[in-house]
Structure formats: C-alpha cells, structure tokens
C-alpha cells in the first residue's frame, strides 16, 4: 500500500520561503503538483527514487528546489521567493511501478491528500 503524507504548508509572505515534505512509504520517483481554485492541476518539479534527475516547471526554476533523504523516504520541496501566484494545494504523487527515469506527468498513480500554501501580496 503506498502512502504520501504531506506537510509544511502555511501562509507567508510574498518573498518568503516554504519547505513542503512528502513522507512515503517507499523509496519512488516523486513528484510535486499544485492545484489553485478554478485552475487545472499542474506539474511543479520531480526527482527520480535516487534524486540524481530533477525537473521544474518553468515558472518555478531557479526559486524552488526538489531534494530527498532516502533514510527517511522522504522528499523536499523548498519554496523560496514565494509569489502570490504560487498559492495552491500542493500535492506529492508517485508512479507505480517503479521505473529509473523520471515519469510522464500522465503516469502519477498515487496522491498525497495535500497542504495549502498561501502567499499574501
């Protein structure tokens, strides 16, 4: 049974930073989603099971940072220069089964329940 439990979220300050954790069950290929009110889910960054791929969506590139600490099966994702428009529901996903290389967005099978980030203005 895999299970992804969120955290870390809050409400900052635009310019401030955040890190969000995605404790697993396993040691897979994560990913990091967000979802604001009356958008689509969209992709933010993933890394593969041994962290040596990372990828970011553009908008987020040079302000946020994926990592893990596979003693903990657990995976980052630091949030700094935090924009308004970051504010979402961010959620950690995984895709099974296992693969080396980092999943299509298409392939994400599991979900966390999610953590709310909010950025004031």
Same mark, same amino acid.
């Given at each position: 049974? =895999?299970?992804? =439990?969120? +955290?870390?979220? @809050?409400?900052?300050?635009? &310019? &401030? %930073?955040?890190?969000?954790?995605?404790?697993? %069950?396993? $040691?897979?290929? /994560? !990913? #990091?989603? $967000?979802?604001? *009110? &009356?958008?689509? $889910?969209?992709? =933010? +960054?993933a890394i593969t099971w041994n962290g040596g791929i990372t990828d970011y969506?553009? %908008?987020?590139? @040079?302000?946020?940072?994926v990592s893990r600490d596979n003693a903990k099966n657990t995976v980052y994702?630091? /949030?700094? %220069?935090?924009? *308004?428009?970051?504010? !979402?529901?961010?959620y950690c996903a995984t895709a099974l089964p296992l693969r080396l290389g980092? *999943?299509? +967005?298409?392939?994400?099978?599991? #979900? &966390?329940? @999610?953590?709310? =980030?909010?950025?004031? +203005?």
């Open positions: 049974q =895999v299970q992804l =439990v969120e +955290s870390g979220g @809050g409400l900052v300050q635009a &310019g &401030g %930073s955040l890190r969000l954790s995605c404790a697993a %069950s396993g $040691r897979y290929a /994560m !990913a #990091w989603f $967000r979802q604001a *009110p &009356g958008k689509e $889910r969209e992709f =933010v +960054s969506a553009d %908008s987020v590139k @040079g302000r946020f940072t994702l630091q /949030m700094n %220069s935090l924009k *308004p428009e970051d504010a !979402a529901v961010y980092l *999943p299509r +967005s298409s392939d994400y099978n599991y #979900w &966390g329940q @999610g953590t709310q =980030v909010t950025v004031s +203005s």
